[in-house]
T-cell receptor
Framework: EPEVTQTPSHQVTQMGQEVILRCVPI?????FYWYRQILGQKVEFLVS????????KSEIFDDQFSVERPDGSNFTLKIRSTKLEDSAMYFC?????????FGSGTQLSVL | DQQVKQNSPSLSVQEGRISILNCDYT??????FLWYKKYPAEGPTFLIS?????DKNEDGRFTVFLNKSAKHLSLHIVPSQPGDSAVYFC????????????FGTGTRLTIIP
């Protein structure tokens, strides 16, 4: 069964450093998303992406965040200068029909 | 702004009995509702969904009920099995194709053998 894959599974970084989280969505899907979950809290929407541009973004998705689909298969989330409060599990998702299919996440720890 | 609420953070149910997880929403523009199951260190996994034109959808041991007038939905699992122990998220979206999902805070279900 096709699945969304995310790398790395864990990322530890120093505050102020740039990180890039990578995702390979399901191949015939057209809509892609990033969500995050801070420990103990709900899953929060960050950004949606379609046709090589952002469709919608949340208040969390400020100028420090960017997304890209550089080569037609990978979908990346970049955090330019990480803050302590960026520590969370980041989930990539792609949409098939009405359903979102999620990857297993990248646990980002900012020290 | 909690548009999707799951008021029970945890629920314990004996194996073999029925588990009922509840979800309330406030946004009347929500048109499609989904339940996801999440194990630790894994992504949410789609479980079952329901469109606003229906009031019930069943898939094996899982049934979702929707009460639009009350803006309430519930997930019934019967019979409950130990492998059902996980966090369950209710999610909702509007009727545009790529509209984002809005998640509830989750209910941790523990099935007691």
């Amino acid at each position: 069964e096709p699945e969304v894959t995310q790398t790395p599974s864990h990322q530890v970084t120093q505050m102020g450093q740039e990180v890039i989280l990578r995702c390979v969505p399901i191949s015939n899907h057209l809509y892609f998303y990033w969500y995050r979950q801070i420990l103990g809290q709900k899953v929060e929407f960050l950004v949606s992406f379609y046709n090589n541009e952002i469709s919608e973004k949340s208040e969390i998705f400020d100028d420090q965040f960017s997304v890209e689909r550089p080569d037609g298969s990978n979908f990346t989330l970049k955090i330019r200068s990480t803050k302590l409060e960026d520590s969370a599990m980041y989930f990539c998702a792609s949409q098939g029909g009405e359903k979102l299919f999620f990857g297993s996440g990248t646990q980002l720890s900012v020290l | 702004d909690q548009q999707v609420k799951q008021n029970s953070p945890s629920l314990s149910v004996q194996e073999g009995r029925i588990s009922i997880l509840n979800c309330d929403y406030t946004n009347s523009m929500f048109d499609y509702f989904l339940w996801y199951k999440k194990y630790p260190a894994e992504g949410p996994t789609f479980l079952i969904s329901i469109s606003s034109i229906k009031d019930k959808n069943e898939d094996g041991r899982f049934t979702v009920f929707l009460n639009k007038s009350a803006k309430h939905l519930s997930l019934h699992i019967v019979p409950s099995q130990p492998g059902d122990s996980a966090v369950y998220f209710c999610a909702a979206k509007g009727n545009f194709g790529n509209e984002k999902l809005t998640f509830g805070t989750g209910t941790r279900l523990t099935i007691i053998p």
